[in-house]
């Protein structure tokens, strides 16, 4: 049956760099993956054409699509919109929430190639492969109430950071399965010091524990996790936490892997079906000047063959490809370093391509 995948190229970099994505995801159909790809409107692009992040239209693509491919959203250019519902980010939030994609996968892979690009020392980050597991429709995100209101005469600002044994429960299943299929450790991230929801956090990690007898369950206060993930990061395997923490957390991890340029994603719900985008952001200081990095995207196809699409062996080609052209010495001007030749978005397309039919 052709399976439907929905293309929101979003805002800054995002169009230039799903662009790319896309040749690749037409090669992958050239050699019979069954798809139809439609493309759709989301964050301040979608403003900008109807006045709302994501209009109903896109939800209902969205909804149909077996897969989603986003690039990115936000920008200074809707910073100030005032109406917090209507900001790009919004619409992000909105297409995770409504489809219910609460399985955040996040990998931090050291590719050999770029071990020199990281900003920690080579032999600290070779070799570096760890998943975060990041809930994604919960927590301090989503959690009522939330506001901004006048108390004895001043205003204050409130959100509320709630989590439900089964929105735990369904996280750590996640998190555990990844680690039985990877190294079989697995870190649950929380901050059971201080906040009563992780307290409940840990206290469900542990009861699933049991279930996963090949899986060493261990727990790290976030502060802590912060500073073991820059002093001695090839320690974690697969590391679970909530949607706040995750989002923290796996900046600082992307970034040890040399470029968060690199770094793909995957948003899962419980069918299965999921949003994939690249873990940087829509980078308005280099849109449109044809320099963005478009390998984490285009990674994330290869996520997205794996994880909606069941095609590992496209995946797999594509990964291999994507390593080609690094051996090759091409970078984007982002990992870009000496002796190597440092080209435009559409030169790492081109190039990833010709590796992806030459293999
Ligand atoms: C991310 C981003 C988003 C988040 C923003 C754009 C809403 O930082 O995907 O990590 O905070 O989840
Ligand atoms: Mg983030």
């Known amino acids: 049956m052709t399976q439907k995948i929905l293309v929101l190229p979003g805002d800054g970099i995002g169009p230039e760099i799903t662009a790319q994505a896309s040749r690749i995801l037409a ?28 209009p109903a239209e896109t939800l209902e693509k969205a909804k149909a699509a077996r897969a989603i491919l986003l690039g990115a959203v936000g920008g200074p250019k809707w910073d100030k919109i005032e109406d917090l519902s209507k900001r790009p980010e919004k619409g992000l939030l ?15 892979i050291t590719y050999p190639q770029l071990a ?43 959100n509320t950071y709630v989590y439900s044994e089964s929105e735990i429960e369904r996280i750590g299943r996640v998190a555990f399965e990844m680690a039985q299929k990877r190294g079989k450790k697995l870190c649950s991230v929380d901050k059971a010091n201080v906040l009563e929801v992780t307290i409940l956090w840990r206290e469900v990690m542990e009861r699933l524990a049991p279930e996963y ?20 990061p090839k320690q974690f395997d697969v590391v679970v936490t909530g949607n706040m923490f995750g989002d923290i957390l796996s900046d600082a991890a992307a970034m040890l892997t040399g470029s968060i340029g690199m770094l793909p994603s995957a948003s899962l719900n419980e069918s299965g079906q999921g949003m994939y985008e690249p873990c940087h952001g829509s980078a308005p200081d280099i849109a449109g000047q044809g320099i963005a990095n478009p390998l984490a995207t285009i990674l994330s196809v290869a996520m997205m063959l794996r994880y909606s699409l069941d095609e590992p062996a496209l995946a797999q080609r594509i990964e291999d490809a ?38």
């Open 27 to 54: 090669a992958c159909q050239a050699r019979g993956l069954d798809v139809d790809v439609e493309e759709g409107l989301l964050g301040g692009a979608a403003y900008d054409v109807h006045g709302e992040p994501l």
């Open 94 to 108: 909105g297409v995770r929430k409504q489809l219910g994609l609460f399985g955040n996968l996040r990998p931090a």
């Open 116 to 158: 020199d690009a990281s900003s920690l020392k080579p032999e600290l980050v070779a070799g570096l492969d760890i998943m975060i597991v990041r809930e994604l429709t919960g927590g301090i995100y989503f959690g009522q109430p939330r506001g901004i209101e006048e108390r004895d005469g001043e205003r204050v600002g409130f």
């Open 213 to 232: 007898p090949d899986v060493e369950l261990s727990h790290m206060y976030v502060d802590n996790a912060a500073m073991q993930l820059v002093r001695a």
């Open 322 to 359: 994507v390593g080609q052209v690094l051996d090759d010495g091409l970078r984007t001007a982002d990992i870009a370093s000496e002796g190597m030749r440092t080209v435009s978005t559409a030169e790492m397309g081109d190039a990833v391509l010709a590796a992806f039919e030459a293999r």
